[in-house]
Each structure stands twice: as structure tokens, then as C-alpha cells.
């Protein structure tokens, strides 16, 4: 659900400056990696997800700190995987 914000409120908006709310649910994700409980491999981060702060850099900061948690759980996943993939016999 997308909410339109007309009035001026505690986070700091003002009348009719941002579109708030919304998003996928922070319960269909594992917080520690980002990534879906729905659909493993699917990492979702910032304003794809029910999250919303004041306005001021806030929304960023949640942005590029949710994408680096993604970021280093896809890398600890495809290198999880990289090992896994190797012959028998290969270090």
C-alpha cells in the first residue's frame, strides 16, 4: 500500500513532498541476510521493503545499510557454493 503524505508530521515532512509507507513486510525476510523466507536467493533491500523514517537521510542510510547486509550474505552464499562446486581432490 502506497500512501500519499499531504500534512506536516513527526518525520519531518511537509505537505505533499514524499510518497511513505508501503513495501514488502520486514516478517518475510531474514533480517540477517536480506533475503526473502518466500523465495530463496531473492535479497530485497531498501525501498522495496515496509520500512520509513524521518526524512533527512535516514531512507539512505537504510538503504545502503540493508544493501550491504544483502551484499555480504550473497557473497558468503556464492562462495559457500564456489566451494561446494570444486572436484574431489582441488583445494
Known amino acids: 500500500m502506497v500512501i500519499a503524505q499531504q500534512t506536516e508530521g513527526a518525520r519531518g515532512e511537509r505537505a505533499g ?10 516478517e ?11 523465495c530463496a536467493g531473492l535479497y530485497l533491500v531498501g525501498e522495496m521493503l515496509d520500512v520509513d523514517g524521518r526524512l ?3 531512507n539512505f542510510q537504510w538503504a545502503w545499510s540493508s544493501a550491504w547486509v544483502a551484499g555480504r550474505a550473497i ?4 562462495s559457500d557454493s564456489a566451494v561446494t562446486a570444486r572436484p574431489a581432490g582441488h583445494a
Not at 531474514?30 to 518466500?38: H, L, Y
Not at 557473497?75 to 556464492?78: E, V
Open 17 to 26: 513532498d514524499e510518497v511513505t509507507a508501503g513495501g514488502i513486510p520486514l
Open 28 to 38: 518475510e525476510i531474514d533480517p540477517a541476510r536480506m533475503e526473502s523466507r518466500r
Open 56 to 58: 533527512g537521510g535516514f
Open 75 to 78: 557473497a558468503r552464499a556464492l
